[in-house]
Antibody, heavy 114, light 111 residues
């Protein structure tokens, strides 16, 4: 079955860190750009970051630059999002998505609260 | 990196057609033919419905169609069905540094 499965969401205090993981299966993971997209409660979708097939190029939305880092391990068919200096406004469901968002995981919830 | 502009809500009766607009700028929607649309039910992940302005992935009914004129893209759903009631989001490529921008979402109600 072709799928993406996220994990790592949790409740964390402002200023804290969290690492999200996304495992792909059923397709040749190393051939695709991968992205993270988030959705705050009751809000719309927001692209967060993406990474090239070989991991050499990475891009971020302005609001997370310098705080979040996207990475991947093609041997493990996985993409990661290291989130540091978390803020209340980072609270959201985080989805990983393939390429131009043609496939999505089920999402993992990140709550930043004191 | 401003979001694309979509109406907050639209509605239609079963069998009718509705169109959802998505307005961007000359730096995103107007510059690239990389507009896509997603359907999302409450508590679920988005589903890929339209890509490259007007192409449908396999499995998406041909009742769903996309178009673009200038800085505005549109999603048209014809022959509305109750199961079409959901939130719809547009997305556009916005260049090398901004990359991707989504619309704010439109809630479709089937009356």
């Amino acid at each position: 079955e072709v799928q993406l499965v996220e994990s790592g969401g949790d409740v964390v205090q402002p200023g804290g860190s969290l690492r999200l993981s996304c495992a792909g299966s059923g397709f040749t993971f190393a051939r695709y750009w991968m992205s993270w997209v988030r959705q705050a409660p009751g809000k719309g979708l927001e692209w967060v970051a993406n990474i090239k097939e070989d991991g050499t190029d990475k891009y971020y939305v302005d609001s997370v630059k310098g705080r979040f880092t996207i990475s991947r391990d093609n041997a493990k068919n996985s993409v990661y999002l290291q989130m540091n200096s978390l803020r209340v406004e980072d609270t959201a469901v985080y989805y990983c998505a393939r390429n131009t968002f043609d496939m999505w995981g089920q999402g993992t919830m990140v709550t930043v609260s004191s | 990196q401003s979001a694309l502009t979509q109406p907050r809500s639209v509605s239609g009766s079963p069998g009718q057609s509705v169109t959802i607009s998505c307005t961007g700028t000359s730096s995103d929607v107007g510059a690239y033919n990389y507009v896509s649309w997603y359907q999302q039910y409450p508590g679920k992940a988005p589903k890929f419905m339209i890509y490259d302005v007007n192409k449908r992935p396999s499995g998406v009914p041909d009742r769903f169609s996309g178009s673009k004129s200038g800085n505005t893209a549109s999603l048209t759903i014809s022959g509305l069905q109750a199961e079409d009631e959901a939130d719809y989001y547009c997305c556009s490529y916005a260049g090398r540094y901004t990359h991707w921008v989504f619309g704010g979402g439109t809630a479709l109600t089937v009356l």
